[in-house]
């Protein structure tokens, strides 16, 4: 057992003790605060000159990854160009040889319609008798054409000194030589002993078999209708496929592969400068 004064001695001695500890405890971590503190700036003055292996090791690797995706980037953008061109050339190509196409296509149709106007002609010629003096009235009319801003100083002809019928035509020459042509072939079929006979004029014959009907084209036997696939084929061009998009009384349009239209007249494909069949490929 202890008195009042031991007890009071020793709590004195208790109190010194932890002040001392409390002291000894804030000075160390004082001393440690500012330990850390010199290790962090001395980091972060190792990051800013680049030396921090903390620092280095990832930037490396955002390094690596950069290049992977600009060299990926590069291969991209070259196979786009390559694409870019090959789909211009493409362009280029499909547009020269539907030029081309067309060219022939307005040709062979400049040339069928000479060819009809020709012949009509020709048959005109061998069925009736146009006599010169049509065509010098017809001659003499055109000179006598004046000016309509001109005076008219034309004298009046007097019927009296006039030996052949006076005639006043009101029509234009080519409705004179229509009716014309009409009166001559009218004589040619009531008195052929009239006129002298000519030759019989060749028709061109159609070396295939071609109509339209409804919608739908007939060929040498075989119907063709709207949606089908055909294979065109001319002589000395390589044959080429190609979809039925419309058929007209006259002509057919179809598409290519490439896209572009075209068409076809069936007379074209009557007198065999064009040819078609079924494509089942």
Same mark, same amino acid.
């Given at each position: ?21 409390? #002291? ?14 010199? &290790? ?22 955002? &390094? ?17 160009? !390559?694409?870019?061109?090959?789909? @211009? !050339? ?9 030029? !081309? ?5 307005? @040709? ?34 055109? #000179? ?8 008219? #100083? ?11 019928? @006076?005639?006043?035509?009101?029509? &234009? ?31 061109? #014959? ?11 084209? @007939? ?50 494909? &009557? ?11």
């Amino acid at each position: 057992e202890m008195d009042d004064e031991d007890c009071e001695r020793r709590r004195m001695e208790c109190l010194d003790e932890m002040s001392n500890l409390e #002291k000894q405890f804030t000075d160390l971590k004082d001393q440690l605060y500012k330990e850390r503190l010199s &290790q962090v700036d001395a980091k972060l003055q190792e990051v800013i000159a680049g030396k921090a292996p903390e620092y280095l090791e990832p930037l490396a690797a955002l &390094q690596e990854n950069m290049q992977i995706r600009t060299k990926v980037a590069g291969i991209y953008r070259e196979l786009c160009l !390559e694409s870019v061109k090959n789909k @211009y !050339e493409c362009e280029i190509q499909a547009s020269r040889q539907h030029c !081309e196409s067309e060219k022939l296509l307005l @040709y062979d149709t400049v040339q069928s319609e000479l060819e009809e106007k020709i012949r009509r002609l020709e048959e005109d010629r061998h069925s009736i008798d146009i006599t010169s003096e049509l065509w010098n009235d017809e001659l003499q009319s055109r #000179k006598k054409r004046k000016d309509p801003f001109s005076p008219d #100083k034309k004298k009046p002809v007097n019927p009296l000194t006039f030996q052949r019928p @006076y005639i006043v035509y009101m029509l &234009q020459d080519l409705d004179i030589l229509e009716d014309w042509t009409t009166i001559r072939k009218a004589m040619a079929t009531l008195g052929p002993h009239r006129v002298k006979p000519e030759p019989p004029v060749k028709l061109e #014959k159609h070396l295939h078999s071609a109509r339209s009907e409804e919608g739908r084209l @007939y060929y040498d036997g075989e119907w063709y209708g709207r949606g089908q696939t055909i294979c065109i084929d001319k002589k000395d061009e390589c044959p080429t496929s190609a979809i039925i998009t419309t058929i007209n009384h006259d002509e057919v349009w179809f598409k290519r592969p490439d896209g572009s239209k075209s068409k076809l007249y069936i007379s074209q494909l &009557q007198k065999g400068k064009y040819s078609i069949k079924h494509n089942h490929n």
